[in-house]
């Protein structure tokens, strides 16, 4: 199935995951099975007394012996024998915690560990990349708070709903898995089907959605417009999407590698739609930013970067706040090469039989 068929599919999806409140934040999705009841599901699943009677009203099933196969079943957190696991931590860079229970009990979020159906996690000074199910990364940036809403696998197919309170997120979803993603924001649901694209949500009330690679379906104010890539679009609480806004093009920087001592620096032209540029650095290897850059020049300059290698990727900003496509340079900071040694004086032993002899013939005569 190929994206824009498979969006009307998509859409109902989400149109029957939304029928439920916010309050339900932390379901489990389960993916029905040929024959599988209701009293089925929640012996597997459930400890809660009368589960296969709520379970129904809580999903609208009137008929339990009628469940079509591939359907999804929302189960709450609350109702569940132990809380699953939905992902995992692959790198952490600065200051990352981690609610498992979303209680308020931050702790901080180390490399490799497991997170849990409706977890929250919360950047301050730092950012994580993260895993969720078998066919879907994430970078949550700076300032950023994620909570794990409802998440579930299937037989060939993941599902995972995540609600962005704040911050921005960059998604990177393979393509062809038959998986339904999407995020949510106070203002906007984005929803996608293998593609790369980036979530920004703020104290302004704007979301802004803008697509990398494949294409975004992005819903609000009960409309919605497809996005593909090389395009973002800005919505508002209550209000339909805005149009589709062409994002800038990669700046340009030099195709070879730059080899320094420190200081380090680079400059590449301006776009006359650019207000600012961003620039993250990573270390040669690695998939969190070291250090994220707010620039308002097109040019940067650092006299504090350790020696090694290390990527830089540089985005430019347009007035409405829609970051471009990346550019990427690699540097590599040097140590300083020292100064010549100065040459030694050549020996002038002479010299002073010189003016002795000078002066013994001065006298003898």
């Known amino acids: 199935m190929n994206l824009k068929s498979g969006i009307p599919l998509m859409l109902g999806l989400l149109a029957s995951f939304s029928c439920t409140p916010l309050a339900s934040a932390g379901d489990l999705l389960y993916e029905a099975r040929r024959g599988d009841t209701l009293w089925d599901i929640c012996l597997r699943f459930s400890y809660k007394s009368g589960c296969w009677k709520q379970l129904g009203d809580y999903n609208e099933i009137d008929n339990d012996r009628a469940i079509a196969p591939g359907s999804f079943i929302r189960i709450p957190r609350d109702w569940l024998v132990s809380t699953p696991t939905v992902g995992e931590v692959l790198s952490v860079s600065g200051d990352v915690r981690y609610d498992r229970h979303n209680s308020g009990n931050l702790a901080p979020l180390a490399l490799d560990s497991d997170l849990h159906l409706g977890g929250r996690i919360v950047t301050g000074e730092g950012s994580a990349r993260l895993r969720l199910g078998r066919f879907s990364e994430l970078l949550l940036r700076e300032h950023s708070q ?77 409309a919605e417009v497809d996005v593909t890539a090389g395009y973002g679009v800005a919505s508002r609480a209550g209000q339909p999407p805005g149009p589709p806004r062409k994002l800038l093009p990669p700046p340009a920087l030099p195709s070879s590698l ?9 400059q590449w032209p301006a776009h006359p739609q650019a207000v600012a540029w961003q620039l993250d650095i990573y270390a040669q290897g690695g998939d969190t930013p070291l250090q994220s850059v ?72």
């Open 146 to 222: 994620l909570i794990l809403d409802s998440l579930g696998k299937g037989a060939s197919s993941d599902v995972q709903e995540l609600r962005l309170q704040q911050g921005e997120v960059e998604s990177e979803i393979s393509p062809g898995r038959g998986s339904h993603f999407q995020i949510r924001t106070p203002e906007a649901i984005a929803a996608v089907r293998g593609t790369r694209y980036r979530v920004n949500t703020g104290s302004a009330g704007t979301t802004r959605s803008e697509v990398l690679a494949g294409a975004v379906n992005v819903a609000g104010g009960a």
């Open 258 to 266: 730059i080899e320094s001592p420190l200081p380090v620096a680079l």
């Open 294 to 365: 707010l620039l308002d020049t097109p040019a940067w300059r650092s006299a504090t970067l350790a020696l090694g290698c290390y990527r830089l990727v540089l985005r430019a900003a347009d007035a409405e706040g829609f970051k471009g496509l990346d550019a990427t340079q690699r540097l590599c900071v040097l140590p300083a090469t020292p100064p010549p040694e100065p040459e030694p004086e050549p020996n002038r032993w002479w010299e002073p039989l010189l003016v002795i002899a000078t002066v013994a013939l001065i006298i003898g005569l």
